[in-house]
């Protein structure tokens, strides 16, 4: 990758048929008549660089934040559950009392385990992770912030083909 003047120019072959670019501001493609080659050149405004990467700090903060509010949403219900435990395991409620309290207030108990949305993601959980400076299994991690292990897998195998 080379830069000049905020433009940055992949030197690889391109086919236009591998990539569906969205001719932009931000990125087209080009053919070079001198060496009839394909490259894709990202064009940053100097005006529009500061607002791209402030918009993109912002998404990632929400993000962030988001999965923060989750993990915290999931360790009370994991408190609410290990306490309805413990007062099935003193015999102070039947399985029939305990199976219909969680029932009645699944919210309060039930992790729902979701599809991570991309690639990003991954990224994020892995940085809160980091900065907790913990260990963790990954289907520990999974349970905490709501994500479905397979999907992590899924989007690993993708990042994958990029490295």
Not at 6 to 24: A, K, R, T
Request: glycine share 2%; net charge negative.
């Amino acid at each position: 990758m080379m830069e000049t003047n905020n433009n940055s120019y992949f030197l690889q072959d391109v086919e236009p048929e591998d990539f569906n670019l969205i001719q932009s501001v931000w990125v087209s493609t080009i053919l070079r008549k001198e060496t009839d080659e394909n490259f894709v050149e990202f064009n940053i405004p100097e005006s529009g660089y500061q607002q791209y990467v402030n918009s993109h700090a912002d998404r990632i903060n929400t993000i962030r934040d988001d999965y923060y509010s989750t993990a915290i949403q999931n360790l009370l219900k994991k408190v609410s559950y290990l306490q309805l435990m413990v007062q099935f395991s003193q015999g102070l409620i039947d399985e029939e009392e305990f199976k219909e309290e969680i029932r009645s207030d699944q919210n309060k108990f039930v992790i729902n385990l979701e599809p991570i949305k991309d690639v990003d993601h991954i990224h994020i959980v892995f940085d809160i992770l980091k900065g907790l400076n913990i260990e963790i299994s990954e289907n520990d991690a999974c349970e905490l912030f709501s994500i479905d292990p397979r999907s992590v897998s899924d989007c690993s195998l993708r990042l994958d083909k990029f490295i």
